[in-house]
Structures are given as structure tokens and as C-alpha cells.
């Protein structure tokens, strides 16, 4: 007989996570940095329990909601490239679903997250308890099996032997390259609390090494001749660049090939903005010398990418009859997208291995020199979206000009949704890899306050700027508690523009005049389109504890952002009210967003035919 430890199924779950490492590269480290919570019936006994005996080895951290613990998590994993993360308990009902966005959020964007959301008693004799859904035709349902569609790995850990399978599962996935996203066990609430004799094999320290796995050599061959007889190539950089850390592997077959690149939201900063052959962002929110190389590419070398329809501007991106595709993916549902020659392997290792397959191969001259003319004119554009001064009030170009130019390069701004995202796609100078934070595979407002606490606690040694609007800053705000909590700076840019720019932008495209998208009082008339409501963000930020500061133009606004760089130790909030008018364009782009076919309106009307006209040079690449 091996020995055995006799431990609650709560307290082995909580001794074997802090036992997690892994290695990448020869560099190790714990897996899981702590572990969130909000305690309530369905966890507080049981994992509450071991959280408080095993707080020496695992710490715990306290949220105001449990959506935000997970984006926090997120954010934090993001910002580690996925090598280290946390745990999110939970406990049963609306604690647990709270957490079902965040599972979301974790899964699209393939970051790692473990959640343990209390359930309903596995006995069955108290049914129905408090927060339980009954179901007539099964009693083996609750709601945490809404967290199935949503994680890469779900289990129900309905009695304590369970775990010893569990959860080297649960560790496979979560460490996994190509799999990893949430993953959640569903735990019981007495099944927590049960007392089993673990095997003290479970216990010991394990490390999980990262592998940089390598496509097939056949592939890679066959790679570099396509490459070569290519005209026109070009390469679409995502995430997977940042979480391989091939930025430098990047550079240098960048530099060697004169191949220009494209970066879709998860893949900015790949290189450097300044690079000659950088293009930026590219795609709906794209520059205009990223979408004109795409469109005319003959050959597309996708890296780290998911193709979603931001960066292939709803599949009209590339519109060269020719045009084939390259992919270099860990995960091969990736890379097959597109019929693409699929290189499956971790981005950093293919591309050594592309290179040398290349051998002295370069772009023809003149190509590489339009390339870095379009680089330099968008560098123009940006400087003067950045100086646009119409006022009287300031536009949102402008407060991502005075962010960028008084932030050092290796600060990270974050943003998730609204009018920023674009706007900080296409105009934010990314001068370090991890100094670009987007969650854009989600799009989720109430992702940026929680986030930024995750970049902080990952990050310490950098300041930490999340840009907000008011609209998502209303949706979920209340982590600023935590960075009070926790003493951490997080510097918070408030953009208040009265509303939703973006869908009102939008809504004016579809010919709806933004209905529905600003902060106004009922009327008489009984529309939303009375006088502004009188929300203020300053005062609501200070009542939480942040230190608040109001600006109303530029020169307010450096003061602040020079003020908020000097302030220690807890969360600073700049308050500015934006033009919603004075909006960035798009550049050779477009994004589908379908119309409506019958309407009473004619402009609905118009707006459907011109729809429909963009909408025929949508792509199939078979
Ligand atoms: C949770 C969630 N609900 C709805 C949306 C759809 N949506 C995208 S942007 C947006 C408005 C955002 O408003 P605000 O943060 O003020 O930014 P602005 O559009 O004014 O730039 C909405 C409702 C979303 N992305 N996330
Ligand atoms: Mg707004």
C-alpha cells in the first residue's frame, strides 16, 4: 500500500494546485499565483476552509464579483504569456454564473484560467436549496453546466476520489498551447467537505514543461517554396506571437526577408511600432498600408492568428485572386483556416526553421520600399490625429496622443470595448511586446478595471494604464476596491462621451441615428433623447476610494497623467469628458455588420443596398 493523506476533497484540490509548476525554456515557475474567491454557502465550508489552512502555501485574494476575478485572471495569464495563472472559487448559483462571461472571455482569447464554482449537494436529500435550479427531467443538472460550452475542460467532481483524475486533466488542458482556456470543476458543496485518503503521490511537487513543438519538415519545405515563389507575401501576426515569445525570431525574418507584417488586436507589438516594415494594425481596424498590402498579397504567412473578422476585415481583406495561405499555429484548428498550408507548431521554433529553410530569399526591392513608405505615411496620420486640437472639447485621438507620449515604453495600456479598441488599434505606439493589453476576442465592457489589476499584479514594475469609457466603466467598476485593497496603482483614463460612440457610430452606418446608445432622460415624446444624465464618474470613483482627478483638455490632462505617475500606492482615476463627434475613420476597410433587408425607413433602405454591394466582395479561400 502507498501512503495516503486523509484531507477533505477541498483541502487536497487546494494543496495540489500549490504543488503546480511550470518550465518553459528552462525557466520555472508556480503555476498558480492564488486564488480568487467569494464566498457564500457553496464553497465557504469547503474550500474556504482549506483556503484558510493552506494560506501559507496559496494565497487568496478577495473580489467584489466574480465575473471580474476571472477577467482579473485572465488579464494576469495574458500578461505572463500564459505560463502562470489563478484560481476563481465560487460559490453556487449566481456566484457561479457570474463567472460564465469570464469563462467566455478566458476561452476565445486561449488563455488559461481554473474556475471552481460551488454546486448543488451531490446527496440530493436537501434539494432544492437555496440558489438551485430544479430541473423535472434530470437531477444531475445545475447550473454550472453552462460553464460546458464555454471551457475546454469541464468536469463535476462528485466524490473526493474524483480529483485524482480530475486534475491532471484539468493541469493538461490548462497548460496546453493548442487547448488551453477555462477549465472548470464543478465541486459540490458536500463533496468539499468530504475527507478521503489521497495517495501523497498528488502532492508532489510536479512541473509541467511547455513544449515548443515543431511542424512536419515536409511542411516547412514546402512553406519555403511557396515563400519564394511569391511575389507579394505577407504576415498577419496574432497573439500566438506574444504567448511563443517569438518577437525577436520575428524581427529577424522580418528584416532578413523584407516580408512586411500586418497585427491583428492580440498580436500588436509584435514589433515594434517604428519598424520600417511594421504596418500596424490591420483589418476593419486597420492602417491603410496594412489593408492595401493585404488586399493585394499573393500569399498570407498567418502567425498566432485566429483570422476573426476584425482582422480579415470579414474575409475582404485579401482579395488577390492567387492568394494563398501560410499558417504557423500551435493549435492545428487554427492553422488550417483559410485552406492554408498548415504549419503546426509553436511560433518561435517554425519560424527558425522557416528561415533557414529559406535560405537568402528576400522581397524584391521595390516592394519592401512601399512597404516603408506606407509605414512612414501612417506615422504622419497618427501625428495628426494625435494634434487634431478642434475643439472645444478634446477628441479621443488626443487622449490616446497625450497616454502614448507620456507614457514610458514599457507601460501597458489596456482596453476591451467600445470606440477605444479601434481607435488604440490603429493609433497606440507600441514600443515593448507586452506594452499593448487588447481583449478583443471577446469584446467584453467591465474587462478593463479587472483587467488592470491583473496586468498590475503580473506586472508591478509597470505602470499600468486602462482606458475606459463610461459605458463599461458603468458595466463593471468595482475592482478599483481591490487595487485600494491591495494598494495597487492601477492608473484609470475615464473617457466620458455620454454614452455608446461606437454602437452610436455604428447605428448612424445602419441608418438607426444611433437610437438607443446615449445617456439621456425619457422624454415626453417618449424617446431616450432628453437632456444628459448627470453621472459623476469623479465623485463615483472616489467614493470607492481611488484617488480622482478631473481633466478637461489637454494641458489637464498631462498634469493629471504627470500627478497620477507620482501617486503610490493604490488606484488613480482621470475623469475627461471626449468629443463624441470628432471620431478616427477607417482606412481600406470594412466589417459586417448585416442590415436590415425590409425597413419603412428609405435610408434603412439605402444602407441595405450599400451593404449588400460591400458584402459581395466577401471571400471563400478554398
Ligand atoms: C458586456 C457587453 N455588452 C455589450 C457589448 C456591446 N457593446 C460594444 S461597445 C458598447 C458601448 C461601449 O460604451 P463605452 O464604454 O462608453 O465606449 P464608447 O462606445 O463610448 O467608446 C457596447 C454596448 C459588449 N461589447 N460587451
Ligand atoms: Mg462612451
Known amino acids: 500500500m502507498s501512503k495516503t493523506k486523509r484531507l477533505t476533497m477541498s483541502q487536497a484540490l487546494i494543496l495540489y494546485l500549490a504543488n503546480q509548476y511550470v518550465e518553459r525554456d528552462g525557466k520555472e515557475n508556480a503555476f498558480f499565483a492564488g486564488v480568487w474567491g467569494i464566498f457564500g454557502h457553496g464553497n465557504v465550508a469547503g474550500v474556504g476552509q482549506a483556503l484558510q489552512q493552506y494560506a501559507d502555501k496559496i494565497r487568496y485574494y478577495q473580489s467584489r464579483n466574480e465575473q471580474s476575478q476571472v477577467h482579473t485572471a485572465v488579464a494576469y495569464a495574458k500578461m505572463k504569456n500564459r505560463l502562470q495563472t489563478f484560481a476563481c472559487t465560487s460559490s453556487i448559483g449566481p456566484g457561479a454564473t457570474n463567472m460564465i462571461t469570464g469563462a467566455a472571455v478566458a476561452t476565445v482569447n486561449r488563455i488559461p484560467v ?5 454546486d448543488i449537494f451531490a446527496e440530493r436529500i436537501q434539494a432544492p436549496v437555496l440558489q438551485q435550479l430544479e430541473s423535472e427531467h434530470s437531477q444531475d443538472i445545475s447550473v454550472n453546466d453552462c460553464f460546458k460550452p464555454v471551457s475546454r475542460y469541464w468536469d463535476r467532481i462528485s466524490r473526493p476520489e474524483q480529483l485524482i483524475t480530475s486534475l491532471p486533466e484539468a493541469m493538461r488542458v490548462l497548460t496546453s498551447p493548442a487547448e488551453t482556456g477555462a477549465v472548470t470543476l464543478a465541486l459540490p458543496q458536500d ?5 478521503y485518503d489521497y495517495p501523497i503521490g498528488l502532492f508532489e511537487k510536479r512541473v509541467w514543461r511547455i513544449p515548443r513543438n515543431r511542424p512536419d519538415a515536409a511542411f516547412i519545405q514546402q512553406a519555403a517554396e511557396w515563400i519564394r515563389a511569391s511575389k507579394k507575401p505577407m504576415i498577419v501576426a496574432g497573439g500566438g506571437v506574444h504567448y511563443s515569445e517569438a518577437n525577436a ?3 529577424a525574418f522580418v528584416d532578413k526577408t523584407g516580408i512586411p507584417i500586418g497585427e491583428s488586436q492580440a498580436g500588436k507589438g509584435s514589433l515594434p511600432y517604428n519598424h520600417p516594415l511594421n504596418q500596424g494594425a490591420i483589418g476593419a481596424t486597420g492602417t491603410e498600408g496594412a489593408n492595401i498590402l493585404a488586399r493585394e498579397a499573393d500569399l498570407i504567412i498567418g502567425i498566432g492568428t485566429r483570422y476573426s473578422d476584425f482582422t480579415s476585415a470579414s474575409k475582404t481583406a485579401f482579395q488577390n485572386p492567387d492568394v494563398r495561405f501560410i499558417n504557423i499555429n500551435v493549435a492545428e484548428f487554427d492553422a488550417y483556416k483559410h485552406h492554408a498550408l498548415p504549419l503546426v507548431g509553436d511560433a518561435r521554433v517554425t519560424l527558425e526553421e522557416l528561415s533557414a529553410a529559406l535560405g537568402d530569399y528576400q522581397v524584391d526591392s521595390d516592394y519592401r520600399a512601399r512597404a516603408q513608405a506606407y509605414d512612414a505615411q501612417w506615422d504622419a496620420e497618427v501625428e495628426r490625429i494625435y494634434n487634431l486640437e478642434r475643439g472645444p472639447l478634446i477628441s479621443q485621438g488626443e487622449v490616446i496622443g497625450v497616454v502614448n507620449t507620456l507614457s514610458r515604453p514599457q507601460d501597458v495600456v489596456l482596453c476591451a470595448a467600445g470606440s477605444l479598441p479601434g481607435d488604440l488599434h490603429k493609433l497606440w505606439r507600441t514600443r515593448d511586446p507586452k506594452g499593448y493589453h487588447l481583449e478583443y476576442g471577446f469584446s467584453t465592457m467591465g474587462y478593463e478595471i479587472a483587467g488592470g489589476l491583473g496586468v498590475k499584479m503580473a506586472a508591478p514594475e509597470r505602470d499600468v494604464y486602462v482606458m475606459v469609457g463610461d459605458g463599461s466603466y458603468l458595466m463593471l467598476n468595482t475592482e478599483i476596491v481591490t487595487m485600494v485593497q491591495e494598494k495597487l496603482k492601477v492608473i484609470i483614463v475615464l473617457l466620458d462621451n455620454h454614452g455608446f460612440a461606437s454602437i452610436g457610430g455604428l447605428s448612424k452606418s445602419v441608418s438607426s441615428d444611433g437610437f438607443g446608445t446615449k445617456y439621456r432622460y425619457r422624454t415626453e415624446s417618449d424617446h431616450l433623447d432628453g437632456d444628459t444624465l448627470p453621472i459623476d464618474y469623479a465623485a463615483n470613483c472616489a467614493s470607492l476610494g481611488a484617488h480622482v482627478i478631473r481633466a478637461s483638455n489637454r494641458d489637464d490632462l498631462a498634469d493629471a497623467l504627470r500627478e497620477a505617475q507620482a501617486h503610490e500606492g493604490g488606484p488613480v482615476c482621470i475623469v475627461i469628458e471626449v468629443d463624441r463627434r470628432q471620431r478616427v475613420g477607417g482606412y481600406e476597410s470594412w466589417w459586417d455588420v448585416a442590415v436590415a433587408e425590409v425597413a ?23
Request: net charge negative; glycine share 2%; aromatic share 8%.
Open 249 to 251: 525570431v520575428l524581427q
Open 191 to 195: 463533496t468539499q467537505t468530504e475527507a
Open 600 to 622: 419603412e425607413s428609405a435610408s434603412v433602405q439605402e444602407a441595405r443596398e450599400d451593404y449588400e454591394k460591400a458584402k459581395a466582395r466577401e471571400q471563400y479561400y478554398l
Open 114 to 118: 481554473l474556475l471552481l464554482p460551488g
